[in-house]
């Protein structure tokens, strides 16, 4: 007797049609690179069908399975309905604009279905700057601090002002010492600026195992937005991989209830008193287009025995540096090392 087939349904919201307005084409294009990576892993694997959507205006280039095409929002909302239903898991990638992840995950619950990062504590938390800092100092897991702005205020150390619902590095700002806190279209929290590494970690979490993938090394502008411009892997030194992989599984375990895949964003200090967590992304991040072509193992597959309560082996990841962009691609390597930079 054969196994049963299941049906993983991943939708990525900038390509998938739920995009109404325009978003920035660097969202858009990291959203087409990690479904077109998420669709093939699952591809792969026996007795799994992947199904997915797929805007009528966008070329679906090297997507490996045919997508549902899109057309409309009432389009959209009835087809993304139906296959959150009929599908044995939902696998939502989408940014946390508006709180637009956190909506697209209890709608699949809504519908009767069952989402593959599971635990809406977690997106609703992470999706939210300002709630997530509270409940990572309750938790005891060392972040940076930040509050509510206050339009006009003067602050005698350089800050960073960026949005409380925010993704991808839009609308950040940094403000020079006596510069008066603004409004901004979003609504803003500020940090403090600090200095540190920018490195990420991409977890898969289930049935109580989180299993932190190999860390990177983030690349960010040095204009003030911090816009991602890619990443490098490994880091530079047994030490600070092991450092940003415990503080990363620190952060996803202060969750009860983690599942499926969850990034963390790091600033490395000095010396690891000094380690932060910067956000939490309850979904796959850019970092899995990257990892999946160093992992010995399919790392969907890995995904599935997590949830389903096994508990696989760590991958042996290769000792070899490489360098990729803000799509994943691998890139020319020139220095893999990351310098010490100001961010938060």
Not at 93 to 110: C, H
Not at 163 to 176: Q, V
Not at 182 to 190: F, K, P, Q, V
Request: glycine share 10%; hydrophobic share 40%.
């Amino acid at each position: 007797m054969s196994a049963v087939t299941r049906r993983i349904f991943i939708y990525e919201d900038t390509c998938g049609g739920g995009c109404e307005d325009p978003l920035p084409l660097q969202l858009r294009g990291e959203g087409m690179a990690m479904l077109c990576a998420l669709c093939e892993d699952f591809a792969e694997l026996e007795n799994i069908e992947p199904v997915t959507t797929l805007d009528e205006r966008l070329n679906p280039g090297d997507l490996p399975v045919r997508p549902m095409t899109v057309g409309s929002a009432a389009e959209l909302a009835e087809t993304f309905d139906s296959l959150a239903a009929e599908c044995d898991l939902s696998l939502i990638l989408a940014p946390e604009l508006g709180g637009r992840l956190a909506r697209l995950s209890r709608r699949v619950a809504d519908v009767g279905g069952s989402t593959h990062g599971g635990d809406i504590a977690l997106v609703e938390t992470a999706s939210d700057k300002l709630r997530l800092c509270r409940h990572l100092d309750a938790a005891d897991v060392p972040t940076i601090p930040c509050r509510k702005i206050e339009p006009g205020r003067l602050s005698g150390d350089p800050i960073v002002l960026k949005p409380r619902f925010g993704a991808g590095s839009l609308e950040i700002s940094t403000l020079a010492p006596g510069s008066p806190e603004r409004i901004g279209r979003e609504e803003l929290i500020a940090t403090p600026l600090i200095e540190g590494m920018a490195a990420s970690v991409l977890c898969i979490a289930g049935e109580g195992t989180i299993l932190p993938l190999q860390p990177c090394g983030q690349r960010l502008s040095s204009d003030g937005a911090f816009s991602y411009l890619g990443g490098s892997v490994p880091l530079p030194g047994r030490e600070l991989v092991e450092r940003a992989s415990e503080l990363a599984g620190r952060a996803v375990g202060s969750f009860a209830q983690a599942r499926g895949f969850v990034g963390v964003d790091l600033l490395l200090g000095e010396r690891a008193k000094d380690d932060r967590v910067v956000e939490i992304n309850p979904r796959p991040t850019t970092s899995y287009c990257a990892l999946r072509r160093r992992s010995p193992v399919n790392l969907a597959r890995l995904s599935l025995e997590l949830l389903d309560g096994n508990r696989p082996g760590k991958p042996a990841w290769p000792a070899n540096a490489e360098c990729f962009d803000s799509e994943g691609h691998a890139e020319k390597l020139n220095n893999p090392a990351n310098d010490l930079e100001l961010v938060s």
